[in-house]
């Protein structure tokens, strides 16, 4: 490979970028998307967290300081893991230029940009690699900004910093193996981790398969691999490492919080999955265009689809005579690796960090993609007309057949276990057709054997169906409504500014959002309370403390997965323990009755309280009895009297039971029946808006407030036989609980959070020797009673308790974020170690020199 720095690049990744960002620009035009019109791209994932991190981003900076523990993220956690997985790219600060509620027109900007900055990244990459400045360089760069990967994960846009870092990261590798020093690999790999540790990982792995084969590349056939190389290899593994070392300060801390999250295994994943091979011939639909839209954003075969003149150049590339064997060689070994790795589950999982994706299972196809476009246009360089004539009708007629047998396989395949994620995959006749005369014509028009005059006609086509491709995924995703979502945010911001406190800690319950008008799908507010800035109970991320979102479920609380935690399930009872000051429900602001502050004084009977899963009636009831003993029991049971059972479908039967209440007051419902339909509940005829639960995750469900003696009817649906023996039905003693919560009010922990401080005052009463806090335990908390250091204590799952000594007691929590400094330790050891490595070989270079 040539490494003439001579070459004019900068004008060449000015005009790829440019193009880049007028391509993309024009689609969010033609789709209305902010600022080009009244629609946002806050779908999916966009919509559920990336707004309202980016929202909460914002907030952060306007206060001046990013708590470590933050209590807008669920009912509080070390922030750091979210801040490492999200916020973490320079490019996020583009949100600080646009008011909270413009977040999603500063999401299209920050798209824009990414897209522009792959393809200016790509274009100084092909130009240094192959030592060449033709202005052919801008179409395949502008082929890896927009490819199949981009189009379909553009919502998950923290990943697309990692194709930027791509093509610099294997410069940096190049300029190696050419005897140059290896600082750009450095340099450029340890940002990439900064960045987003989590496609960091990925592309480290790729940096070895790229290594290998830029040896093969560029080892004579007469040498040994190994031996002729073991310096070159011996200094990429210690510049590798201290890379590694040097972002421990990002990786460290973000461990330890990862560590206290939920993996998914392979027992967690869908069908097609389950598979020894992960796709079929279905597979062979992503290397054209229109394979992926919003209906198979979950579940499809690799997103590798970069033109399909790159796939024929590809397969120019192994039939051009003078392509070297060895080139061929390193480049089909790169392919084989990455392909094997897609099919293959284990080896999946290890590109994922050894956990299940939730959705968009091959995430790092980009990777498939950037080792196509570089032999694509190393074929266009060698003079693709140059292949044989057999090859030149062979490849297009393989390829058509490839796309053909998708086709088929997809609306044909007699694979039952395979019907459902089948038929999620678009199969157009017409996209077929399209699919296949752009075969024809590239096959023809790379063959040409003048490319000066050609190659711009290639140049539009390609740009075009890049162009359809990244608009036909665009318009099939359920676009939010900017319009709306600015005005809802306004609304809600003014609103809950009136209820919530930036330094006295409490929590609010939202049991829905505000914000659903503005979006096309479910919007269920997970994040409302990162995107409002207030204190919530809900949350939806990949850094879910498990412990926590665990405790939650106990206390009745519904968890979809174990990346999310609801409000529904909530009850008088737990919102007492999480220091629920007020409840939202719609337009409806409520204080809550049950309220005392953020914790109380309670005895060792009650820190030594062991929740049980799945007795969620059992866990409220002990918790009470624990804090203030009663003869009468907080929760009493009701019993549901069969009227009728009756057949609604086939498995399926409606039975509907009277109830005579015993107290007046909240009745909550429960059942250990896996078949009961949550989201067919009725009482009095009254449909409740209950969250539909397949997979029974059981919650608490309010039937609503009844009178005593005055008679219920409860409707359900389930498949069992025994269902009303399964259904477990209790209501509030709302007396007794009005008499505790009146006593506890008196000696209440009612604290503030400021500068990752939680400080507050509690009184002592009888033998009340420990103060119950309604703040998820973390080893990152440090607290002192009075000025002495105390050891905090996991109570009620995964709560605090802090010891009393006095009668008054003052009370102070600090949190410090856990391998923060350890990690800024090893990071300044790692930069000192490659500054090291680096002054000792040139000192050793110099000693050379001196000597001949």
């Known amino acids: 490979m040539n490494l003439n720095k001579s070459q004019p690049i900068i004008p060449i990744m000015a005009i790829a970028a440019s193009l880049a960002a007028i391509v993309l620009s024009i689609i969010l035009l033609i789709n209305q998307v902010t600022p080009f019109g009244h629609q946002n791209l806050l779908v999916g994932d966009m919509g559920a967290q990336y707004a309202p991190f980016f929202t909460y981003f914002h907030h952060a900076v306007a206060a001046g300081q990013f708590p470590a523990f933050s209590f807008s993220i669920g009912v509080g956690a070390n922030s750091f893991p979210l801040v490492a997985y999200y916020l973490l790219s320079p490019f ?126 560029t080892q004579p056939s007469n040498t040994k691999l190994i031996a002729a190389n073991g310096p070159f290899i011996r200094r990429f593994i210690v510049t590798e490492l201290c890379s590694g070392l040097t972002s421990m300060v990002v990786l460290l801390p973000t461990a330890y919080g990862m560590l ?202 390609i740009v075009a169906e890049m162009g359809t491709n990244f608009e036909a995924a665009l318009k099939s995703e359920p676009l939010g409504n900017q319009s709306v979502y600015e005005a809802l945010v306004r609304k809600q911001t003014a609103n809950l500014n009136q209820i919530s406190s930036s330094t006295t800690l409490y929590r609010i319950n939202q049991s829905s959002s505000q914000l659903a008008p503005a979006f096309q799908e479910p919007y269920l507010g997970y994040n409302d309370p990162l995107l409002f800035n207030y204190n919530g109970i809900q949350e939806y991320s990949s850094t879910l403390n498990e412990a926590t979102r665990q405790t939650l479920k106990m206390l009745g609380l519904y968890s979809k997965n174990q990346r999310r935690i609801s409000t529904a399930g909530s009850t008088a009872i737990s919102n007492l323990l999480l220091g629920v000051k007020t409840t939202i429900s719609g337009q409806t602001t409520t204080p809550n009755p049950a309220y005392v502050g953020m914790g109380f004084p309670v005895t060792t009977q009650f820190t030594n309280l062991k929740l049980a899963r799945g007795y969620l009636f059992l866990n409220l009831e002990n918790t009470l009895q624990r804090i203030q003993p009663a003869k009468q029991p907080y929760l009493i049971s009701e019993t549901a009297n069969l009227v009728s ?168 929590l600090t949190y410090h974020t856990p391998g923060l400094l350890l990690g800024a330790i090893l990071s300044f050891i790692g930069l000192l170690a490659y500054l090291g490595t680096m002054i000792c070989r040139r000192l050793l270079l110099a000693t050379k020199a001196a000597k001949h």
């Open 92 to 217: 996020n600060l583009i949100i600080l230029l646009f008011s909270a509620s413009q977040t999603p027109t500063a999401i299209t900007y920050i798209l824009i940009l990414k897209v522009a900055a792959i393809a200016a990244s790509m274009a100084f990459f092909l130009s240094r690699h192959f030592g060449r400045s033709d202005w052919s360089i801008l179409i395949f760069a502008i082929t890896f900004s927009l490819c199949g990967f981009v189009a379909a994960n553009f919502v998950n846009i923290m990943w697309l910093d990692a194709l930027i870092y791509l093509p610099l990261i294997c410069h940096g590798i190049d300029r190696f193996k050419a005897g140059n020093s290896s600082n750009q690999l450095f340099i450029w790999l340890t940002l990439c981790i900064l960045v987003n540790y989590y496609m960091g990982y990925m592309i480290g792995l790729f940096t070895i398969i790229y290594m290998i084969q830029t040896i093969i590349q």
């Open 260 to 461: 206290q999250t939920a993996k998914v295994g392979p027992e967690n994943i869908s069908p097609i999955s389950r598979l020894f091979f992960q796709f079929g011939p279905e597979g062979f639909s992503q290397i054209g265009l229109g394979a992926t839209v919003y209906d198979n954003r979950l579940l499809r075969a690799p997103a590798i689809f970069s033109s399909l003149a790159i796939f024929l150049l590809v397969a120019t590339y192994f039939a051009h005579p003078k392509i070297s064997r060895r080139h061929k060689f390193g480049v089909a070994t790169s392919l084989a690796v990455l392909l094997l790795s897609m099919l293959i589950e284990p080896i999946n999982l290890a590109w994922h960090l050894f956990s299940q994706p939730a959705g968009s299972p091959f995430r790092y196809s980009f990777l498939f993609s950037f080792i196509m476009i570089t032999t694509a246009y190393e074929a266009w360089s060698a003079k693709p007309q140059l292949i044989g004539r057999r090859a030149k009708l062979l490849i297009p007629t393989l390829t058509i057949a490839l796309l053909a047998a998708s086709f088929i396989y997809i609306r044909l395949s007699p694979v039952a276990s395979l019907t459902d994620y089948l038929s999620l995959q678009p199969d157009s006749a017409k996209v077929l057709l399209l699919n296949s005369f752009l075969v024809c014509i590239f096959a023809i028009l790379i063959t040409v054997k003048n490319q000066n005059w050609v190659w711009p006609l290639i140049a539009g086509i």
């Open 645 to 812: 059972r009756t057949a609604s479908s086939q498995s399926q039967k409606t039975y509907t039971v009277k109830i005579t209440p015993k107290a007046s007051g909240p009745l909550y419902l429960d059942t250990s029946d896996n078949t009961f339909d949550y989201a067919a509940i009725q009482v009095n005829g009254y449909r409740l808006k209950t969250i539909s639960n397949p997979f029974h995750h059981a919650y608490l469900v309010k039937l609503g407030s009844v009178k005593k003696g005055a008679p219920v009817i409860l409707k359900f649906k389930s498949r069992s036989a025994h269902a009303t023996s399964m259904i477990h039905l209790k209501s509030l003693n709302v007396a007794q609980l009005t008499n505790l919560t009146a006593s506890l009010r008196a000696h209440s922990f009612q604290p503030t959070y400021q500068n990752n401080q939680v400080t507050g005052t509690v009184t002592r009463s009888g033998n009340h020797s420990w103060l119950y806090t309604a703040i998820p335990y973390d080893n990152g908390w440090k607290a002192t009673v009075n000025g002495q250091t105390v050891a905090v204590k996991r109570v009620l799952g995964n709560f605090i308790a802090l010891p009393l000594n006095a009668a008054t007691n003052h009370i102070t």
